[in-house]
């Protein structure tokens, strides 16, 4: 198992200090692609998805307005491209079961009282070379961040 050491919630400066927060999961999941060469084929490159986090407890610390969705800091699994859930400001716009809206990278919903944010996010995809020798050509789909959270 290993020692689990807690960073502690030390006071200071967090941003994010007092802030409601949105507990939730993250699934980090690399996408390289590899070659593959059947005899008498012609070679080709297919995905190889693997997790490199699966269902890692995360949280988001948000500011809410019946008009907005700000998220202002948060937790995330380490990964390649993003060292925490990005800042950004969601507009809601009212809908028949409660509110929506989406912006940079998030999905936030709405209904019965219940709160929910998407994060999704892909960076690092390397295309393939047009001539292949090995797997380093076939390039790469990047890696996905993919996080819900919700509010009870």
Same mark, same amino acid.
């Given at each position: ?15 994010? +200090? ?12 690399? @996408?390289?692609?590899? #070659? ?5 084929? &012609? ?6 998805? *693997?997790? +490199? +986090? !699966? ?7 948000? @500011? ?16 390649? *491209? #993003?060292?925490? %859930? ?31 944010? !998407? ?5 690092? *995809?390397?295309?393939? !070379?047009?001539? !292949?020798?090995?797997? +380093?050509?076939?390039? &790469?789909?990047?890696?996905?961040? @993919?996080?819900?959270?919700?509010? %009870?």
């Amino acid at each position: 198992g290993g020692g689990g050491s807690d960073a502690g919630a030390g006071a200071g400066a967090d941003a994010g +200090a007092g802030l409601p927060r949105m507990n939730g999961t993250c699934t980090v999941t690399n @996408r390289p692609k590899r #070659l593959s060469c059947p005899t008498g084929m &012609s070679c080709y490159c297919y995905e190889s998805p *693997y997790s +490199a +986090a !699966k269902d890692a407890p995360s949280f988001l610390e948000v @500011r809410t307005s019946p008009t907005s969705l700000e998220v202002v800091s948060g937790q995330i699994p380490p990964n390649l *491209y #993003l060292g925490g %859930p990005p800042p950004a400001v969601i507009p809601l716009v009212a809908s028949p079961t409660g509110a929506t809206g989406a912006a940079g990278g998030y999905v936030v919903t709405v209904a019965n009282g219940v709160t929910t944010v !998407k994060l999704e996010s892909t960076a690092g *995809y390397q295309p393939e !070379k047009y001539l !292949k020798y090995s797997s +380093a050509d076939c390039g &790469s789909n990047g890696q996905t961040v @993919r996080c819900t959270f919700e509010t %009870p």
